[in-house]
């Protein structure tokens, strides 16, 4: 079954520390991959996404994530986390044809420390 | 306009009643998605249109949930007969194609 895994629930960083949120997905092809930030009481906002190409992408506010087909890894990083970033961060997939259903991670919610 | 709009921002119903839940995507975006979150949930999948094609209702619940798209643009969500367990932000995506999903601020539904 097509499936997203964010194993950590909650993750807390001190202002200033790099910050690394996991994303593993289980797919039979590798799909279009996402990464969405959420702020409270917001809707979803794209930070990066993963089409083809280079694998490890650029996104806004600094983040970038990596591509690893080996271990199906997705995962999110930031070398110096600021207070803002607290948030809850949700990983995707997407297939590449056929129906374009997003499968969402269950989410990691992020607390900075000042 | 600009973004995915949705409304009404916040909703409280009594239980056993039916609920509409609307959504305005991005002009033009072919694509449109209904997603529930539930607290200290992630998104779940529940109904997905693109373009004239049939829509992928098989994250729908149950039957008491429905949703069309009229025209290609404007969604409505309608939850019949209303449940404790339908308590939940429910967001609304749209998208041109294979490029990425544009989120609405979701409406948060509560049921009493």
């Known amino acids: 079954a097509q499936s997203v895994t964010q194993p950590d629930i909650h993750i807390t960083v001190s202002e200033g520390a790099s910050l690394e949120l996991r994303c593993n997905y289980s797919?039979?092809?590798?799909?279009?991959l996402f990464w969405y930030v959420q702020s409270p009481g917001q809707g979803l906002q794209l930070l990066l996404k993963?089409?083809?190409?280079?694998?490890l992408v650029q996104g806004i506010k600094g983040f970038e994530a990596e591509f690893k087909r080996s271990q199906s890894s997705f995962n999110l990083r930031k070398p110096s986390v600021h207070w803002s970033d607290a948030a809850e961060y949700f990983c995707?997939?997407?297939?590449?044809?056929?129906?374009?259903?997003?499968?969402f991670g269950t989410g990691t919610r992020l607390k900075v420390l000042a | 306009g600009a973004g995915v709009s949705q409304s009404p921002s916040n909703k409280v119903t009594e239980k056993g009643k039916d609920v509409e839940l609307r959504c305005d995507p991005i002009s033009g975006h072919t694509a449109l998605y209904w997603y529930r979150q539930s607290l200290g949930q992630g998104l779940e999948f529940l109904i997905y249109f693109q373009g004239n094609s049939a829509p992928d209702k098989s994250g729908l619940p149950s039957d008491r949930f429905s949703a069309e798209r009229t025209g290609g643009s404007v969604s409505t969500l309608t939850i019949q007969r209303t449940q404790q367990e339908d308590s939940a932000v429910y967001l609304c995506a749209s998208s041109a194609g294979h490029l990425q999903a544009f989120f609405g601020q979701g409406t948060r539904l509560t049921v009493v």
């Open positions: 993963y089409f083809s190409g280079d694998t």
């Open positions: 995707a997939v997407r297939p590449t044809s056929g129906t374009y259903k997003y499968i």
């Open positions: 797919y039979g092809a590798t799909p279009y």
